[in-house]
């Protein structure tokens, strides 16, 4: 899944607003709204930003999340 897609999941799931995200990692709600939009890429400290402090993952279980990547794999079957 893309990165954009996969940070735009954790911070629904967590029901966490654009501005309480970019707030808690450091940044502004229109950055993370780009960011989730794919229409920036977040360097690897802003990447760690925001799902360290905003979303308080580690990059280990952000990445190796097996309950999102099962549903990632149904969705591209659908497609």
Same mark, same amino acid.
């Given at each position: 899944? /893309?990165?954009?897609?996969?940070?735009?999941?954790?911070?629904?799931?967590?029901?966490?607003?654009?501005?309480?995200?970019?707030?808690?990692?450091?940044?502004?709600?229109?950055?993370? #709204?780009?960011?989730?939009?794919?229409?920036?890429?977040?360097?690897?400290?802003?990447?760690?930003?925001?799902?360290?402090?905003?979303?308080? /993952?580690?990059?280990?279980?952000?990445?190796?999340?097996?309950?999102?990547?099962?549903? /990632?794999?149904?969705?591209?079957? #659908?497609?």
């Amino acid at each position: 899944m /893309e990165l954009s897609l996969r940070i735009s999941r954790w911070r629904k799931a967590r029901g966490l607003s654009l501005a309480k995200l970019a707030k808690a990692a450091g940044t502004t709600a229109p950055a993370i #709204a780009h960011i989730e939009h794919g229409r920036a890429q977040p360097s690897i400290r802003m990447l760690d930003a925001v799902v360290a402090k905003g979303l308080g /993952e580690t990059m280990s279980r952000f990445y190796n999340d097996k309950a999102l990547i099962a549903a /990632e794999r149904r969705a591209s079957k #659908a497609a």
